[in-house]
């Protein structure tokens, strides 16, 4: 049975940093696209960042651009969000998600609709504040 174990939230002040795990097991997620989501409380899920199978592409939404970066150890069996100069708005439940492989990465529409993605996360939370 797919499995992921995410770990790495937690609280932090503003400016501060984060790394975010998402750990497989039961399948390898070579195979898979990858990316992460998050919700804030009395928002809709968003998307925040995706990565090819292979990670060459990558692309992070606009409001996360500079300053999160998406990557993968398929070795390891692992999906990375390294979170830089946190701000209050990145408060929320952050989610790793699979979905098939050949989504066309470039494309923000079609690489963050929840609809390609089949295997999600428990999620972990991150809070920044001071």
């Known amino acids: 049975q797919l499995h992921f174990v995410e770990s790495g939230g937690g609280l932090v002040e503003p400016g501060g940093s984060l790394r975010l795990s998402c750990a497989a097991s039961g399948f390898t997620l070579d195979y898979y696209t990858m990316a992460w989501f998050r919700q804030a409380p009395g928002k809709e899920r968003e998307g925040v960042s995706c990565?090819?199978?292979?990670?060459?592409?990558?692309n992070n939404a606009d409001s996360v651009k500079g300053r999160f970066t998406i990557s993968r150890d398929n070795a390891k069996n692992t999906v990375y969000l390294h979170m830089n100069s946190l701000k209050p708005d990145d408060t929320g439940v952050y989610y790793c998600?699979?979905?098939?492989?050949?989504?066309?990465?470039?494309?923000?529409?079609?690489?963050?609709?929840?609809?390609?993605?089949?295997?999600w996360g428990q999620g972990t939370p991150v809070t920044v504040s001071s």
């Open positions: 998600a699979a979905a098939r492989p050949g989504i066309r990465i470039e494309f923000w529409d079609e690489c963050t609709d929840l609809r390609e993605y089949s295997y």
């Open positions: 990565i090819s199978s292979s990670g060459g592409s990558t």
